[in-house]
């Protein structure tokens, strides 16, 4: 069993930028960004494979936020720059065994439990 603890999370203005981190308690393989707001699915924001070679994100946020990943530190990054108040949500770190990237919620092994994102205008 893999723990997942997310940090960086907060209130910031539009235009802002925050840097969330997600430390995992041992070695993981793909890990993932998720966001959600209250009534709607959560919602894939960026994926990344073992190795940190290969990321993809959503449409929505491409070329404002960046994942990376630390293998030595066992820690997921999420830089967010240019941050909009359609931004505004729960952002949770996931992890899967696997070492290929994956998007679905449901091929996820692991989650931690959330930090609140809160983007005023």
């Known amino acids: 069993q893999v723990r997942l603890v997310e940090s960086g999370g907060g209130l910031v203005q539009a235009g802002g930028s925050l840097r969330l981190s997600c430390v995992a308690s041992?070695?993981?393989?793909?890990m993932g960004w998720f966001r959600q707001v209250p009534g709607k699915e959560r919602e894939v924001v960026a994926a990344?494979?073992?190795?940190?070679?290969?990321?993809k994100y959503a449409d929505h946020v491409k070329g404002r936020f960046t994942i990376s990943r630390d293998n030595v530190k066992n820690t997921l990054y999420l830089q967010m720059n240019s941050l909009k108040p359609e931004d505004t949500a729960v952002y949770y770190c996931?992890?899967?065994?696997?070492?290929?990237?994956?998007?679905?919620?449901?091929?996820?092994?692991?989650w931690g439990q959330g930090t609140q994102v809160t983007v005023s205008s």
């Open positions: 041992g070695r993981t393989g793909a």
């Open positions: 990344i494979n073992w190795s940190g070679g290969t990321t």
């Open positions: 996931a992890a899967d065994r696997e070492i290929y990237l994956v998007l679905s919620t449901w091929e996820y092994d692991y």
